[in-house]
């Protein structure tokens, strides 16, 4: 996403959920990343 003509900004986000049939080894996960790049 261009927020200048030298300025970038990304967003990036997943989601992760995972069955499994042994105990214990189930989990659910959220990550979110931002990012921003100058070009000079």
Do not use: I
């Amino acid at each position: 996403m261009p927020l200048l003509q030298w300025l970038t900004l990304g967003l990036e986000y997943t989601y992760t959920d995972v069955n499994s049939s042994v105990p214990g080894r189930e989990y659910t996960e959220n990550r979110a990343r931002t990012t921003l790049s100058g070009l000079f």
